[in-house]
């Protein structure tokens, strides 16, 4: 059973915006905290940005500080990603992932239980 569904990526611009979604079919969402992480060709996954299960504390990669902004709606389960000021190198296989454990190290990849299957984004120069 898939839990949680991404959607929103597509073929972009450099400098373009694109806003992914994700949406928790999952009872423990308003509990959970959500990262999104990408993987791009011949590369490890890395994380993206995080929040927690309240939204008060959001976490970014250097890497997508500032143009990247990671919010939620616990009425909606759902999760968001709106990504300003994209670059070619920001493209990947962006994926979402839940933690209802509420593990403090929010950027680690085994933390998270529940993984959504990913959505490409490209971004053309």
């Known amino acids: 059973q898939v839990r949680l569904v991404e959607s929103g990526g597509g073929l972009v611009q450099a400098g373009g915006s694109l806003r992914l979604s994700c949406a928790d079919s999952g009872r423990t969402f308003s509990s959970s905290a959500m990262a999104w992480f990408r993987q791009a060709p011949g590369k490890a996954r890395e994380f993206v940005a995080a929040i927690s299960w309240r939204g008060r504390n959001t976490y970014y990669a250097d890497s997508v500080k500032g143009r990247f902004t990671i919010s939620r709606d616990n009425a909606k389960n759902t999760v968001y990603l709106q990504m300003n000021g994209l670059k070619p190198e920001d493209t990947a296989v962006y994926f979402c992932?839940?933690?209802?454990?509420?593990?403090?190290?929010?950027?680690?990849?085994?933390?998270?239980?529940?993984w959504g299957q990913g959505t490409q984004v490209t971004v053309s120069s």
């Open positions: 992932a839940a933690d209802p454990s509420r593990s403090s190290l929010i950027k680690t990849i085994s933390t998270y239980r529940y």
